[in-house]
């Protein structure tokens, strides 16, 4: 029963009021750089025209955090250099202005926006985005979300914020506990577990409107949902029938879920691959471990053996790494699972780490350390911290374009 004690341990963890406030904005400390130097960029400061936001500034902060570039002074020869103006006009009250260009003065970007007041934000995320994708090859992730829970005043609150931490939104908040945020594949619903009625039910909220549908509430427990790679179907945990066992709903069907496992072990915690297989914990094998069954569901693959403990699993995107809680020696770790070559690597130092999420671009896992909120790069080289006054728990990053 060790696993189905860990199902709720994180109940025990969260109930102490901590005091923050609910919408305290986060900040990142890079600790590591991933390739120690990274692409020489200079960014003209501030970008001026009385904005609201330092546009500049923002982008300094998103460019730093993904360890790839190494930021040298404004107007210093370097091998990349952005300039950028901000000031009032347009349709809707401010054009932002901005290009990159090249040593050899070559112009690779150059764009401008018209955006209102509270979109200043959100386009210098997208301009950090654009030169990261032009100059390292690849999507970035300043213009996503990370959800997370936190308490205060009595009050669970389940908030949205930019990932650099900043500009946080609350979602939704409660008397009673809210566990499990999870994003759909379009970035516009959360499911979680919600207490509010003083037994567990799995709640489906869109983000922007705040709309809410409870879609399980049966007897017993109701937990850890996740989003099938559809976006049509929930997989999540149920007691109804008297033992924990992974079921599969059909949102917009008004069937009942379709039950997956069948086991007199614990499982729980599902979560989906793009195949639509899916890897869920059980101690089934004595002590909590991470399985795998087939789409329609199958007899159970076990895939971690090191250690006598490894829950909790999240997938990376292209579902080629699984990272989970690994224990040892009394303390919590994220490691992350390889499913092409089989290598099983600790990421962090330890202590009370879980509740890992893969970035959408599957290069970064956030996870809570028992306190706060921190990252790390899938190699382990890259770590940033998120220092908050008070617990966060239960990250969960969004889809890219979120």
Known sequence: MKLFVKVFRALSILLP??????????????????????????????????????????????LKQTGK?????????????????????????????????????????????????????????????????????????????????????????????????????????SRQPIMSPYWSPDGSRLAYVSFESRRPQIVIQEVYTGSRLVVSATPGINGAPSWAPDGQRLAFTLSKDGNPEIYALDIGNQGPPVRLTNSSAIDTEPVWLPDGSIVFTSDRGGSPQIYRISPGGSVAQRLTVEGDYNAKPTVSPDGRYIAMVHRQSGRFY?????????????????????????????????YSNGQGMSSISIDGSLKQDFPLPGRVRDPAWSPIGR
Do not use: C
């Open 17 to 62: 009021s901590i005091g923050m406030l609910a919408n305290a904005e986060l900040t990142i400390d890079v600790s590591k750089g991933i390739d120690g130097i990274g692409i020489p960029i200079s960014i003209t400061a501030p970008f001026g025209g009385n904005a609201t936001e330092d546009i500049a500034d923002i982008i300094k902060s998103d």
């Open 69 to 173: 570039f190494t930021l040298q002074p404004p107007n210093t020869h370097t091998e990349y250099s952005v300039n950028g103006q901000v000031h009032a006009g347009g349709q809707r009250g401010y054009i932002v202005h901005f290009h990159l260009a090249g040593a050899q003065g070559g112009q690779l970007l150059n764009l401008s926006f018209d955006v209102s007041q509270n979109q200043l934000r959100p386009v210098a995320h997208r301009i950090s985005d654009m030169i990261y994708e032009k100059l390292a090859g690849e999507r970035g992730l300043a213009s996503t979300k990370i959800a997370f829970i936190t308490t205060n005043g009595g009050f669970w609150i389940l908030e949205v914020a930019d990932a650099d931490g900043k500009n946080p939104k609350i979602i939704f908040r």
């Open 334 to 366: 994220i490691a992350v699972l390889d499913m092409k070559t089989s290598q099983f690597r600790i990421l962090t130092s330890g202590g009370l780490d879980e509740s890992p999420s893969f970035a959408p671009n599957g290069k970064m896992i956030v």
